[in-house]
T-cell receptor, first 112, second 115 residues
Framework: DVKVTQSSRYLVKRTGEKVFLECVQD?????MFWYRQDPGLGLRLIYF???????EKGDIPEGYSVSREKKERFSLILESASTNQTSMYLC???????????FGSGTRLTVV | DQQVKQNSPSLSVQEGRISILNCDYT??????FLWYKKYPAEGPTFLIS?????DKNEDGRFTVFLNKSAKHLSLHIVPSQPGDSAVYFC??????????????FGQGTILTVHP
C-alpha cells in the first residue's frame, strides 16, 4: 500500500512565524498535492506538483509556498503564519490523479 | 465557484437502515467521480468510484449511482453501521482538458449512524 506520511499530527505556532509542513510518500508517485480542510468548505487545493522542482497554484495559494526538491517529498510553507491559516492540512500523492489520491493523516495546525 | 456541491451538511440514520448521500456537479467535463470517507484526525480514505460511462457501481454495502443528465450522483450505504459514522466527501475529475486530472471536492456530509 502507498504510504503518505506527514511529519506532524498537531502543531501550534505563533502569528508571524514561518511554518514548514512536510510530506513524504514511498511509492515513487510523480503527483503530490496539498489541501486544507475547513468545516463547511470541504477540501480546497493549495498547491500541487507533477514533477520534481515543478509546482502549480491551486485554488487558494495566497500566503503559502511549496518546495519539491526530491520526488518523494513535498513541503508546504506558510511564509508568515496568520490565524486564518488555522486548519487541517492534508497531503496526497497519486500515480494518476484523475483516478484518485492517497492521503496522509493530516496536520492540525493552530496559529495563535 | 463551487463545481461540486454536497448540499446536506449532515445526515443522521438508524443502524441497519439505508444512508443516502447526495452530490451535484456543474462542470460537464467531469468524467470520473469518487467518494472518500474521513474520520476525525485522519486523512480521507478512498471508498468507491464511478466512471461516466457507467450509471452504477457496487462494492459490498456501498453503491454509487450516477445520473449524468442531472449532473447528480449519490452514495447508498446498506445496511448502515455505527462504524460508518464519518465525513463523506464527493470528488470529481476531468481526465482530459487542462485540469490535469486533479480532484475537485465537495464540502462534505457528516453521517451519523445511531445504534
Amino acid at each position: 500500500d502507498v504510504k503518505v506520511t506527514q511529519s506532524s499530527r498537531y502543531l501550534v505556532k505563533r502569528t508571524g512565524e514561518k511554518v514548514f509542513l512536510e510530506c513524504v510518500q514511498d511509492m515513487d508517485h510523480e503527483n503530490m498535492f496539498w489541501y486544507r480542510q475547513d468545516p463547511g468548505l470541504g477540501l480546497r487545493l493549495i498547491y500541487f506538483s507533477y514533477d520534481v522542482k515543478m509546482k502549480e497554484k491551486g485554488d487558494i495559494p495566497e500566503g503559502y509556498s511549496v518546495s519539491r526538491e526530491k520526488k518523494e517529498r513535498f513541503s508546504l510553507i506558510l511564509e508568515s503564519a496568520s490565524t486564518n491559516q488555522t486548519s487541517m492540512y492534508l497531503c496526497a500523492s497519486s500515480f494518476d490523479p484523475s483516478y484518485g489520491y492517497t492521503f496522509g493523516s493530516g496536520t492540525r495546525l493552530t496559529v495563535v | 465557484d463551487q463545481q461540486v456541491k454536497q448540499n446536506s451538511p449532515s445526515l443522521s440514520v438508524q443502524e441497519g437502515r439505508i444512508s443516502i448521500l447526495n452530490c451535484d456537479y456543474t462542470n460537464s467535463m467531469f468524467d470520473y467521480f469518487l467518494w472518500y470517507k474521513k474520520y476525525p484526525a485522519e486523512g480521507p480514505t478512498f471508498l468507491i468510484s464511478i466512471s461516466s460511462i457507467k450509471d452504477k457501481n457496487e462494492d459490498g454495502r456501498f453503491t454509487v449511482f450516477l445520473n449524468k443528465s442531472a449532473k447528480h450522483l449519490s452514495l447508498h450505504i446498506v445496511p448502515s453501521q455505527p462504524g460508518d459514522s464519518a465525513v463523506y466527501f464527493c470528488a470529481a475529475s476531468a481526465r482530459g482538458g487542462t485540469s490535469y486530472g486533479k480532484l475537485t471536492f465537495g464540502q462534505g456530509t457528516i453521517l451519523t449512524v445511531h445504534p
